[in-house]
């Protein structure tokens, strides 16, 4: 009975002989994924992954997604697609208003030749104001959402952000029928103020589900989906906006947004160990790669801002992220005015134009994931240098291809050199986009808020810039506008071949007056971020070799009371002194 107790600590409201017993995967009710084993407790559909001593919750589409074949993925693999799709989702969100707005307050001819007349009566101001106001709300949340994912599971936080923002997108069409500006302004910001916590949230799953040499690997494939978005959102929005009406792309993406976190709340948890499927060998990969991890959350007062202030690793990062965020951002807001005003192309033909430097891009930061983590794994080219490498390397190309747009007259030669100047940006990715999780882990979330907020600068100035640049005289504005581009990535390659790194800083490990208990396990705690070293074991909890061992003795005893009649409430009830310390523990 104590060993019972000890493995499964729950207590169940009937006798375990007459109203539940545990299955395997082989019987009808459990669950497994690789060679593993999931237990299930029949009465109340409660799964007891691998004896260790938590209770986990399955859910119907976790299961069918378990039973499906297609789906027979590594569980951190399956969260980097999920993380994906969110991305490609929201930054897809951020192409409807530039792609619907030529339609709503501008004459047009349809593909079908029929003339339409603008609703909306926008002055150049208000429409810039438009095209800003959901950075306001962006901007506030970046830091704050780094204490977030550092405090509360970062996979809830991060299907809150794309959810709200994909159902607050529902109600963009009726504020814009309503002329009512100050309702346009409010969900926008209120957009930015959820998605502000998108990246940040990334940062802090990636903390416990990515070991250190898949870390290029796995972010990359996750933010992969902010690319893709642009892929898919500037031809999709334009072709809806096109050929059914400007406010189709709003309806279709709130509605997968939507869609997409029933799937996302059921398939992710914070921590490898909490997941009810995974497989032994894949969460043993994970926890012994990555190490102990600090049970502490960081405050702020425990946060070193002034080292974090004074670190040129640090800033090395949040100006890569502001040249490149400004280049984006840019590119996302008004491609399609470019390509009209400059190229003389039609929205509904160059939508799909649009989209081929992004799915380029998509491509290169795939690709440059994996060769990066190739090198650092087989010791070819330490963190620092594939980190310098990648970024400058990058940046370099966008900043020389970027001039050559500046002065391109053909529409072949601008689209051309535009391709090649976002492809090569896709390199960076593997350089300042990760760097956060090689200098300081256990703030990692905070950095990337602080880079994306310093970043997200870019996405209000770049507005007003543009049509000041352009007001007057549009081909020579835009040649302006790429001009200081290509500057703007120019002063990103030298700052960061300079202070970049890819070692952990001294600051970035907790204070001894911050880890107050000691993990069970003997061997020396190591940071995160090291391999080869001990697994992570929850406090209070058993080791998984303790727990092996009592697994054998286990079996007998239990057959014994099963074939009595039951556990006995007596016994039950009262658990051995050790079990229940254990479990209170925990």
Same mark, same amino acid.
Request: with cysteine; glycine share 8%; net charge positive.
């Given at each position: 009975n104590n060993i019972y107790y000890s493995i499964f600590a729950k207590k169940p409201e009937e006798p375990v002989s007459e109203h539940s017993r545990l299955r395997d995967e082989n019987g009808t009710n459990g669950t497994t994924n690789g060679s593993s084993k999931v237990e299930k407790l029949e009465m109340d559909d409660t799964y007891a992954y691998d004896r260790?001593?938590?209770? &986990?919750?399955?859910?119907?589409?976790?299961?069918?997604?378990?039973?499906?074949? =297609? =789906?027979?993925?590594?569980?951190?693999?399956?969260?980097? @697609?999920?993380?994906?799709?969110?991305?490609?989702?929201?930054?897809?969100?951020?192409?409807? #208003?530039? *792609?619907?707005?030529?339609?709503?307050?501008?004459?047009?001819?349809?593909?079908?030749?029929?003339?339409?007349? !603008?609703?909306?009566?926008?002055?150049?101001?208000?429409?810039?104001?438009?095209? $800003?106001?959901?950075?306001?709300?962006?901007?506030?949340?970046?830091?704050?959402?780094?204490?977030?994912?550092?405090?509360?599971?970062?996979?809830?936080?991060f299907g809150l952000a794309i959810t709200c923002g %994909?159902?607050?997108?529902?109600?963009?069409?009726?504020?814009?029928?309503?002329?009512?500006?100050?309702?346009?302004? +409010?969900?926008?910001?209120?957009?930015?103020?959820?998605?502000?916590? *998108?990246?940040?949230?990334? !940062?802090?799953?990636?903390?416990?589900?990515?070991?250190?040499?898949?870390?290029?690997?796995?972010?990359?494939?996750?933010?992969?989906? %902010?690319?893709?978005?642009? &892929?898919?959102?500037?031809?999709?929005? *334009?072709?809806? &906006?096109?050929?059914?009406?400007? $406010?189709?792309?709003?309806?279709?993406?709130?509605?997968?947004?939507? @869609?997409?976190?029933?799937?996302? #709340?059921?398939?992710? #948890?914070?921590?490898?160990a909490y997941h009810p499927s995974i497989s032994n060998e894949e969460k043993n990969h994970i926890e012994t790669a990555i190490g102990h991890i600090s049970q502490t959350h960081p405050t702020l007062k425990s946060v070193p801002w002034k080292e974090i202030l004074q670190s040129k690793p640090v800033w090395a990062i949040i100006v890569a992220n502001f040249a490149r965020s400004w280049t984006f951002y840019l590119l996302l807001q008004n491609q399609l005015t470019y390509m009209?005003?400059?190229?003389?192309?039609? @929205?509904?033909?160059?939508?799909?134009?649009?989209? +081929?430097?992004?799915?380029?891009?998509?491509? &290169?930061?795939?690709?440059?994931?994996?060769?990066?983590?190739?090198?650092?794994?087989?010791? +070819?080219? %330490?963190?620092? *240098?594939?980190?310098? +490498?990648?970024?400058?390397?990058?940046?370099?190309?966008?900043?020389?291809f970027m001039l050559l747009v500046a002065y391109s007259k053909s529409e072949f030669w601008a689209i051309l050199f535009l391709i090649l100047a976002v492809g090569s940006s896709g390199f960076a990715i593997s350089g300042y986009n990760v760097n956060h999780l090689d200098i300081a882990p256990r703030y990692a979330a905070i950095l990337m808020g602080m880079s994306n907020g310093i970043g997200t600068l870019a996405g209000l100035i770049c507005p007003f810039v543009t049509e000041k640049f352009t007001a007057h005289s549009p081909k020579h504005g835009w040649t302006s506008v790429f001009l200081l581009a290509s500057l703007i990535h120019f002063t990103g390659v030298t700052f960061y071949a300079f202070f970049a790194s890819g070692e952990l800083q001294d600051w970035a490990e907790p204070k001894d007056e911050e880890e107050p208990v000691k993990p069970h396990n003997t061997a020396k705690p190591v940071g995160y971020g090291t391999s080869g070293q001990d697994t992570n074991v929850l406090q209070g909890m058993q080791q998984p070799q303790q727990i092996q061992q009592v697994s054998s003795r286990f079996a007998a005893p239990a057959a014994t009371a099963a074939s009595m009649g039951g556990w006995g409430d007596e016994a039950w009830n009262q658990p051995s002194a050790a079990a229940n310390q254990n479990y209170q523990a925990y």
């Open positions: 260790s001593g938590m209770d &986990v919750h399955s859910n119907p589409v976790l299961k069918f997604v378990d039973r499906s074949n =297609c =789906c027979d993925w590594k569980k951190r693999w399956q969260l980097a @697609i999920l993380a994906n799709l969110g991305f490609l989702i929201v930054f897809g969100i951020r192409c409807n #208003f530039g *792609a619907a707005k030529n339609h709503m307050y501008r004459n047009y001819t349809d593909p079908e030749g029929h003339k339409h007349v !603008h609703e909306f009566n926008w002055t150049q101001n208000e429409l810039s104001v438009m095209e $800003s106001s959901f950075f306001y709300g962006y901007l506030v949340t970046q830091v704050p959402a780094g204490f977030l994912a550092a405090k509360f599971p970062p996979n809830k936080l %994909s159902a607050l997108n529902l109600f963009l069409p009726y504020a814009f029928k309503s002329r009512n500006d100050y309702a346009v302004a +409010i969900i926008q910001i209120m957009q930015g103020l959820v998605q502000g916590v *998108a990246y940040p949230s990334v !940062h802090g799953i990636w903390r416990y589900w990515a070991p250190p040499l898949e870390r290029s690997k796995l972010a990359t494939t996750a933010f992969t989906g %902010s690319y893709a978005g642009a &892929v898919l959102g500037l031809p999709v929005s *334009a072709f809806l &906006v096109s050929y059914v009406n400007w $406010s189709a792309p709003f309806y279709l993406y709130g509605v997968m947004g939507v @869609i997409w976190s029933v799937f996302w #709340f059921s398939l992710t #948890f914070e921590k490898p009209r005003d400059v190229l003389d192309m039609k @929205i509904n033909n160059s939508g799909l134009v649009a989209a +081929i430097p992004h799915l380029v891009m998509g491509g &290169v930061v795939l690709a440059g994931g994996q060769f990066a983590d190739y090198l650092r794994s087989n010791k +070819i080219l %330490s963190t620092t *240098a594939v980190r310098k +490498i990648f970024n400058c390397g990058g940046f370099g190309g966008e900043a020389f």
